[in-house]
């Protein structure tokens, strides 16, 4: 069974910033697309942002834009999210998840049905 394991959750105050990591020891994650989502509590689970293989294009979706960067360490083989910037509303469950490459990231949308193997999540809550 392929889990990825993200990290870097927790508490923190409006304006204030948080870096997530995803990683696995199961895939090396160079030759996947890897996408970030996020659930809040009463929504569905959202695609934020991703990065895909092999062209390495990145996506975020409106509401985070300018505040969060997807990027990737090989070394580590370890995907990260920088959330500068933090407000409330971004108070949520985040996931990573790996797709196939080629597939679920693309330069205006993240296809949820195209990721494969999920994270347990990491909770992330905003005070205002």
């Known amino acids: 069974q392929v889990q990825l394991v993200e990290s870097g959750g927790g508490l923190v105050q409006a304006g204030g910033s948080l870096r997530l990591s995803c990683t696995t020891s199961a895939l090396d994650l160079k030759y996947y697309t890897i996408g970030w989502f996020r659930q809040a509590p009463g929504k569905e689970r959202e695609g934020i942002s991703c990065?895909?293989?092999?062209?390495?294009?990145?996506y975020y979706t409106d509401s985070v834009k300018e505040r969060f960067t997807i990027s990737f360490d090989n070394a580590k083989n370890t995907v990260y999210l920088e959330m500068n910037s933090l407000k409330p509303e971004d108070t949520a469950v985040y996931y990573c998840?790996?797709?196939?490459?080629?597939?679920?990231?693309?330069?205006?949308?993240?296809?949820?049905?195209?990721?494969?193997?999920w994270g347990q999540g990491t909770q992330v809550t905003v005070s205002p």
């Open positions: 990065i895909g293989n092999p062209n390495r294009i990145t």
């Open positions: 998840a790996s797709a196939q490459a080629g597939y679920g990231c693309y330069a205006q949308t993240s296809i949820r049905s195209d990721y494969d193997y």
